[in-house]
Antibody
Framework: QVQLQESGPGLLKPSGTLSLTCAVS?????????WTWVRQPPGTGLEWIGE???????NYNPSLKSRVTISVDKSKNEFSLKLSSVTAADTAVYFC?????????????WGQGTLVTVSS | EIVLTQSPGALSLSPGEGATLSCRAS???????LAWYQQQPGQAPSLLIY???SRATGIPDRFSGSGSGTDFSLRISRLEPEDFAVYYC?????????FGQGTKVEI
């Protein structure tokens, strides 16, 4: 059973950089999976941020691409999200998730999510 | 980008009743690569249906998905107390992967 766990600061100031890590347990970060970040502003819906494969291939949402970097560390079995120049609009619960099985696949495992608040 | 529009925004029902949730795509979804997720308050979404009509592991058969092209539905045949939640559709046929805005099924 794959488990994902997000970690990182829960509060940051506007213009700062959001940094989160997702630890993967119960399985390895294999090359066939896409390791993904999704966010959910309070009381609203879900937005896909981007994803990475073990090979380093990335795929970002065009709406956030200029501010997003996703990286992977196989030795630690984890992957990370950086979102720069944050504003209050980036306040959200951030989930990490897995898309398994190739280019066209659904999110089958999710972390519990972590709330990140952007406020001065 | 494929925009997914869910309707209705909310459904007020009683345990034992049936529910039909709709998801309409702004363009055809490749190979019907559409999933449905359930989200309970304070929890992550969990996968119910993938490929429009295939139930995920462990999902009871009172949940069923149907549809193709641009029109998809999730049917819950007899609502159990644990089924009152928010449901999202999501397409994975064309990047960026997108979600509908959700349908809240409430008592």
């Amino acid at each position: 059973q794959v488990q994902l766990q997000e970690s990182g600061p829960g509060l940051l100031k506007p213009s700062g950089t959001l940094s989160l890590t997702c630890a993967v347990s119960g399985g390895s970060i294999s090359n066939t999976n896409w390791w993904t970040w999704v966010r959910q502003p309070p009381g609203t819906g879900l937005e896909w941020i981007g994803e990475i494969q073990l090979s380093g291939s990335t795929n970002y949402n065009p709406s956030l691409k200029s501010r997003v970097t996703i990286s992977v560390d196989k030795s630690k079995n984890e992957f990370s999200l950086k979102l720069s120049s944050v504003t209050a609009a980036d306040t959200a619960v951030y989930f990490c998730a897995r898309r398994a099985g190739g280019a066209y696949s659904f999110f089958d495992y999710w972390g519990q999510g972590t709330l990140v608040t952007v406020s001065s | 980008e494929i925009v997914l529009t869910q309707s209705p925004g909310a459904l007020s029902l009683s345990p034992g009743e049936g529910a039909t949730l709709s998801c309409r795509a702004s363009q055809s979804v490749r190979s019907n690569y559409l999933a449905w997720y359930q989200q309970q308050p304070g929890q992550a979404p969990s996968l119910l249906i993938y490929d429009a009509s295939s139930r995920a592991t462990g999902i009871p058969d009172r949940f069923s998905g149907s549809g193709s092209g641009t029109d998809f539905s999730l049917r819950i045949s007899r609502l159990e107390p644990e089924d009152f939640a928010v449901y999202y559709c999501q397409q994975y046929g064309s990047s960026p992967w997108t979600f509908g805005q959700g349908t809240k099924v409430e008592i």
